[in-house]
């Protein structure tokens, strides 16, 4: 079924939230990395990890926000991937580990460059509008 075009501006609507949240994610983890290599701050460092986890976890909310009442796969999709995203940051959060919280988007394959988790996701979504 074809999604109406209430539906697919809801979604072009997630999917630019989903895009900034990207950028914010890129930008944080870039001033933490000049954190700790830069300055040797580790409580900065660790602060910015934290930050990082708060964008993820903020995102389901943010989401449904936005998706209220918008039906179909793409959509469902969608809220599934910000779910992730919320749930692995939850879980660093909860542990404590900034490595966990560094390693989040990211493959253990990753180079420098490629897309990570948001920004894959962004790109999948972008193309069903």
């Known amino acids: 079924m ?3 075009d209430s539906d697919k501006q809801k979604l072009a609507q997630a999917v630019a939230m989903l895009r900034a949240a990207g950028e914010s994610v890129r930008d944080l983890e870039k001033r933490a ?3 700790l290599h830069d300055r040797a701050d ?3 460092y660790r602060k910015l990890m934290r930050e990082k986890c708060q964008v993820l976890m903020d995102l389901p909310e943010k989401g449904e ?3 209220a ?3 179909g796969a793409i959509c469902d999709d969608l809220r599934a991937a910000v779910a992730s995203f919320a749930s692995r940051a939850g879980q660093a959060v909860k542990i404590g580990s900034v490595f966990y919280m ?3 988007l ?3 394959d990753y180079k420098d460059g ?3 988790g948001i920004e894959e996701a962004v790109a999948r979504f972008a193309e069903m509008l």
């Open 65 to 67: 926000a936005i998706l």
């Open 114 to 116: 490629d897309p990570n």
């Open 106 to 108: 990211y493959p253990d």
């Open 2 to 4: 074809a999604m109406n």
């Open 33 to 35: 990395g000049e954190a």
């Open 102 to 104: 560094a390693a989040l």
């Open 42 to 44: 580790e409580p900065e």
């Open 69 to 71: 009442g918008a039906k």
